[in-house]
């Protein structure tokens, strides 16, 4: 807010004379760059605003986690003092083991690691290349190519494991993984 005080009457100027008078001089650049930090201000306090909502909903998430970690040290506690429990109680205390553990995981490994998929221990297919089928095939891969070939393919790889009897069937996929992976 300006209040001007003047004995002559005021004149009004349109908003380029003004810039064009504020800009001819040091003081008026100055006073025109804090007239346009003014301006801004609202944008800068909304802005502001949001980062403090930003970072009191995180602030609650961690509250949140601190207090879950908590829960689970005090079952913890809980369930040592009962470890002379009946067997039918030991099954129920598996489960709450199992139950904070998951709850400890989540608080260590965050969010991501919680709503990701794990890798399988035991994959429901096996492999059909282990460590010595994969070494028969490097050697394989390595050796002169047939009669009338200039280099082995894939095609041929799989063809000679198969009639090697080094495995049953292999598909040239197959082949191309396993020795991209050596390389």
């Known amino acids: 807010m300006c209040l001007v005080v003047s004995r002559s009457n005021l004149a009004?100027?349109?908003?380029?004379?003004?810039?064009?008078?504020?800009t001819s001089k040091l003081?008026?650049?100055l006073l025109q760059a804090l007239l346009d930090l003014d301006d801004q201000f609202p944008e800068?306090?909304?802005r502001y605003a949001e980062s403090e909502t930003d970072r009191?909903?995180?602030?609650?998430?961690?509250?949140?986690?601190?207090?879950s970690l908590k829960e689970?040290?005090?079952?913890?506690?809980?369930r040592l003092?009962?470890?002379?429990?009946?067997?039918?109680?030991?099954?129920?205390?598996?489960?709450?083991?199992?139950e904070e553990t998951k709850r400890a995981q989540d608080v260590e490994q965050g969010l991501e690691a919680a709503l990701a998929r794990k890798k399988q221990d035991c994959p429901s297919r096996e492999r059909i290349l282990d460590g010595e089928k994969e070494a028969h095939l490097i050697a394989l891969s390595c050796?002169?190519?047939p009669e009338g070939r200039a280099r082995w393919t894939l095609h041929l790889l799989a063809d000679k494991l198969v009639e090697l009897e080094i495995v049953?069937?292999?598909?040239?996929?197959?082949?191309?993984?396993?020795?991209?992976?050596?390389?």
Do not use: C, F, W
């Open 168 to 183: 049953d069937e292999i598909s040239y996929q197959t082949v191309r993984r396993t020795l991209k992976k050596t390389n």
């Open 44 to 46: 800068l306090r909304k």
């Open 72 to 78: 689970s040290e005090s079952d913890r506690a809980a």
């Open 27 to 29: 003081g008026g650049r």
């Open 56 to 67: 009191a909903a995180r602030m609650e998430q961690i509250n949140e986690l601190t207090d």
């Open 12 to 22: 009004v100027h349109s908003r380029a004379e003004i810039e064009k008078t504020l």
């Open 143 to 145: 050796s002169k190519p």
């Open 81 to 98: 003092k009962v470890i002379e429990a009946p067997q039918d109680n030991m099954t129920m205390l598996e489960g709450k083991l199992k």
